[in-house]
T-cell receptor, first 114, second 108 residues
Framework: DTEVTQTPKHLVMGMTNKKSLKCEQH?????MYWYKQKAKKPPELMFV???????INESVPSRFSPECPNSSLLNLHLHALQPEDSALYLC?????????????FGEGSRLTVL | EDKVVQSPLSLVVHEGDTVTLNCSYE??????LLWYKQEKKAPTFLFML????IEKKSGRLSSILDKKELFSILNITATQTGDSAVYLC????????FGKGTSLLVTP
């Protein structure tokens, strides 16, 4: 079983909705990540938080808003999404971002935007 | 621009065959290269390679890195149907940058 927990596992939302994806880890990792994965494509990095501060934003549209309330939690707030944003959103954590090493992935939240 | 290129993109083999998956990279400030296996859900970690020429082994899987020629290979011997998955190579640089993956299908 993965030690990175993501909720919800599935989410269907309209383009005008506001929703959030949540991620939690209790491994003491200080770096957390959001990746987006479309079907038959590799994961694409969206955001990196290191010690609860945003350290990398891969030019992600502002309709995706990350938040790291504490070292164990990572949220991704969604607003005014487009159908092409439908994808599997993967959260991951690692010990620290300057020497990433192994990333531990959650099972993902599968998002469908209607 | 950094690149991670995997080949082949897909592969079909029979149970018992040996396969070699390739990953080449052009990345500045390289730190390490990682291999992941992805079935239906999250990628699961296989190997992390930082030093050239040192083989890492786990059961039927092994991997090696060549930092001079900028590539890595992942070998799977005596393949089983449970090895069917997408194998992702990633280079670490602040986060992981993934290649497109090799989709492996092992048929009975």
């Amino acid at each position: 079983d993965t030690e990175v927990t993501q909720t919800p596992k599935h989410l269907v939302m309209g383009m005008t909705n506001k929703k959030s994806l949540k991620c939690e880890q209790h491994m003491g990792h200080r770096a957390m990540y959001w990746y987006k994965q479309k079907a038959k494509k590799p994961p694409e990095l969206m955001f990196v938080y290191s010690y609860e501060k945003l350290s990398i934003n891969e030019s992600v549209p502002s309709r995706f808003s990350p938040e790291c309330p504490n070292s164990s939690l990572l949220n991704l707030h969604l607003h005014a999404l487009q159908p092409e944003d439908s994808a599997l959103y993967l959260c991951a954590s690692s010990h620290r971002d300057r020497d990433t090493g192994e990333l531990f992935f959650g099972e993902g939240s599968r998002l469908t935007v209607l | 621009e950094d690149k991670v290129v995997q080949s082949p993109l897909s592969l079909v083999v029979h149970e018992g065959d040996t396969v070699t998956l390739n990953c080449s990279y052009e990345v500045t400030n390289f730190r390490s290269l990682l291999w992941y296996k992805q079935e239906k859900k999250a990628p699961t970690f296989l190997f992390m390679l930082t030093s050239s020429g040192i083989e890492k082994k786990s059961g039927r899987l092994s991997s090696i890195l060549d930092k001079k020629e900028l590539f890595s290979i992942l070998n799977i011997t005596a393949t089983q149907t449970g090895d069917s998955a997408v194998y992702l190579c990633a280079v670490e640089k602040g986060a992981l940058n993934f290649g497109k993956g090799t989709s492996l299908l092992v048929t009975p």
